[in-house]
């Protein structure tokens, strides 16, 4: 795999750390620039190694990654008085980990953003159970929803193992036919992701794959 930037060394702060990915951010990543019409003010590890394509781009930088450092982003350059606290952590080195720095700059963004809310999903509820619609309107791109929903998706399975660790344990110990059994009992499984985002079952069978494990694993854990 072609690396296109500097790794960033270890010693570096985390508030060091955050600033070179945000700069690379505000960048665009250098997309498709020529190496030589990059500034020489620009820090080595801001600067790309090579000529950045799409391509090499979503493979190096996956979209998931990109989507993060835009919040933290977000976050880290406004002046609103609910981002003093983290940027005071950020500056004092308080938080231990790159992740800690995601997933806090990630809940202020989810709260406070009016892009990010304007895609979240409106909750009714259908037989005692959630069910996440996607509003009507959108007020931005499609990749900025879809971005969304994998986060909220991610976000909603880690809560889950979270909040539901013993039940799991308790599945972790059944045998593969015992668990195949549970699993056949539900009918409705591969409808279970519906209910969690409001998002299509993918028609393509290539594209199924992780959308009916992601659903049986919450009817297990709803079930246990």
Known sequence: MTKLFRDIPKHFSLKEKVDILTQRHENNYFLEVEPDEIGEEVSEFVRPVCKVTKKALDSCVTRD???????????????????????????????????????ESSKIYSKYCDQYMSSKATVSSVDGRKVYKRKAMQSFDQMSENENIELDCKERIIDAVIKNY????????????????????????????????????????????????ISTFFDLINDA
């Open 65 to 103: 990654i990109r989507a993060k450092i835009k919040k933290i982003h977000w976050v880290v350059n406004r002046d609103d008085e609910f981002t003093h606290d983290f940027k005071e952590k950020l500056n004092s080195n308080f938080f231990s980990s790159m992740n800690e720095v995601f997933r």
């Open 166 to 213: 013993d039940k799991l344990k308790n599945l972790f110990q059944l045998s593969s036919d015992e668990l195949q059994a549970k699993i056949s009992s539900n009918p409705e499984s591969s409808n279970a992701i519906a209910y969690i985002l409001g998002i299509d079952q993918p028609i393509e069978e290539k594209n199924r794959l992780l959308f009916l494990t």
